[in-house]
């Protein structure tokens, strides 16, 4: 029995382990590309701990699982790192015969709904999605549905806990704080920063704008507002020239999302570059050019190409091993980096996308 008084799960030993699930899995059933003196430690560690074979569980893992993934329409990088980390999730379950198609679907809530109810039509095992904005509405669609026993996963925002089977997402309100106080310590008490964000509507973004708040307010901070684009590159871009005109006396600016290298490049132009405190959000190839050369202070990563990752590795988990959540909303920590630990964190992340260990 696991800790939760439930059978003893192949996942019970990777936990133990903190090996993946699947390296636990060819060592269990005899696979030849395993280390042999790690197949020996899984060995024990299955013996020791009471562990037997599930034939319902070899027999569900022999058996194709078909996802498919839906993204909404956006023009930045930050959704195809997720898709990266889908596909890299889908390479290391090879073995076990799991496929993934991707949709790019109209940002409307009702598409979604109709997509979903189609997917399940078709008998696709699980559905991965980055939700469109309208969260709400589309969280009451989907109770509506009838997907069978298909599963719903969000990544990056979150559905109402009833519409999905668990969430991936970058801890938002903690990564809204880290801005706060990063441009609390640069700028010191009085001066002028702003928020811009995609829309408060949205539930990462709620929470982000939360924490962010709150820090501003502790470190004495004034604050200009809440500046939304709704994840539009063409909105970002005009925004940059709004704010600075309503606000000639700003100083520091945190760009919630992901979509902000059209922001910076506006700003470029308006000729702000390095006279501004700019704290960004995630890494691309032009984030770490803004990095380095200063025009961008920081970046606060969320890790997407680990949200994809994650969310498959769990679905597949839970489907055919039965893996449980104590928590349904699994939150990635957010991390700074500077231009100082860039060179560093790159190739920390080259690590990471090819590691076999996951939490």
Known sequence: MNSNGGKLTIYDIAQKMNLSIATV????????????????????TAREMGYKASKTAASLSRKEKRFIAFFPEL???????????IQKAVADLQDYHVSVEMRTIPRDPSQFAQRLQEAAYKGYDG???????????????????ELGRMKVVTMTTDLDHRSRLFSVQSNGRVAGAMAGELLGTVLGPGRN??????????????????????EVTRQGLCFAGVYEHHDLPSRAYLLAEQLLSEHPDLEGIYLATANSVTFCNHLVELGYAGKIRIVASDIFPQMIEFVR???VLATIFQN?????????RYLFEYLVEGRRFEETEILLDPQIV??????????????????????
Do not use: C
């Open 75 to 85: 023009i930045h990088d930050y959704d195809n790192e997720v898709r990266r980390g």
């Open 338 to 359: 500077l231009r100082s630990n860039l060179e560093l964190y790159e190739k920390k992340l080259g690590d990471v996308m090819n590691a076999d260990i996951l939490i």
């Open 25 to 44: 899995s060819r060592a269990l059933n005899g696979k030849e590309d395993v280390n042999e003196e790690t197949r020996k430690r899984i060995l024990e």
């Open 127 to 145: 559905a991965l999605m980055v939700p469109p904005e309208g969260e709400q509405a589309l969280s009451e669609m989907i109770q509506q549905l």
């Open 293 to 295: 050369s200063g025009l």
């Open 304 to 312: 997407p190409f680990m949200q994809g990752r994650l969310a498959t």
């Open 193 to 214: 920063v702003a928020l811009v964000t995609g829309q408060l509507t949205s539930w990462v973004h709620s929470r982000t704008a939360q924490g962010f708040m709150e």
